[in-house]
């Protein structure tokens, strides 16, 4: 059974820091999607890793795979207000399974 | 692109009461899936369909639940009788199989049963 474990499960941080979030898996797989959802809003897909040492920026945000250690990272950089949202990451064999998500919330 | 289309968006009811959501996936998709989300247990996968056939219910968490995918473009979940323990956020989602694309996820229905 496909396990996948983010943390931290909370974060909170100011303005203008560097974090790093982290997503670990338990079977191989090199098909792995970052989500972002909002209180009270649906999930919105944030990024696509799709093969060992990928990496993908967007923003502030940038999202890594290392398929050989099972583990994704997304790196926040000069964290700003509006990034307050849960991250979810999810592993895709057969379907896609979550990790539990970190609620991020960036203060002034 | 209209995206994937949930109704109702909200829904109340008392328990014992039946309870159906709907949901419409994106044209062209083929893989559709029911998900809900609590602050207990997070999202949890309850139904998977591929061309219209349910391929894995194990999620459904017990007879309660019923899902159909009559056609392509429509999907119903059902709860007969509801319960309390049943309130979540209810969301469908959908994808085009032998795809890498992400799944698209509706804007799902909150659901209390009192």
């Known amino acids: 059974e496909l396990k996948v474990e983010q943390n931290p499960l909370f974060l909170s941080m100011q303005e203008g820091k560097n974090y790093t979030i982290y997503c670990n898996y338990s079977?191989?797989?090199?098909?792995l999607y970052w989500y972002r959802q909002d209180p009270g809003k649906s999930l919105e897909s944030l990024f696509v890793?799709?093969?060992?040492?990928a990496v993908k920026q967007e923003g502030r945000l940038m999202a890594s795979l290392d398929t050989k250690a099972r583990l994704s990272t997304l790196h926040i950089t000069a964290a700003v207000h509006d990034l307050s949202a849960t991250y979810f990451c999810?592993?895709?064999?057969?379907?896609?399974?979550f990790g539990g998500g970190t609620r991020l919330m960036v203060k002034p | 692109d209209a995206g994937v289309i949930q109704s109702p968006r909200h829904e109340v009811t008392e328990m014992g009461q039946e309870v159906t959501l709907r949901c419409k996936p994106i044209?062209?998709?083929?893989?559709l899936f029911w998900y809900r989300q609590t602050m207990m247990r997070g999202l949890e996968l309850l139904i998977y369909?591929?061309?219209?056939?349910?391929?894995?219910d194990s999620g459904m968490p017990e007879d309660r639940f019923s899902a159909k995918m009559p056609n392509a473009s429509f999907s119903t979940l059902k709860i007969q009788p509801s319960e309390p323990r049943d309130s979540a956020v209810y969301f469908c989602?959908?994808?085009?199989?032998?795809?890498?694309?992400?799944?698209?996820f509706g804007d799902g229905t909150r659901l209390s049963i009192l």
């Open positions: 999810a592993v895709r064999l057969l379907m896609l399974t």
């Open positions: 079977t191989t797989s090199d098909r």
């Open positions: 890793l799709l093969s060992n040492g």
């Open positions: 044209s062209g998709h083929n893989s």
């Open positions: 369909f591929n061309n219209n056939v349910p391929i894995d």
């Open positions: 989602a959908s994808h085009r199989d032998r795809s890498n694309q992400p799944q698209h």
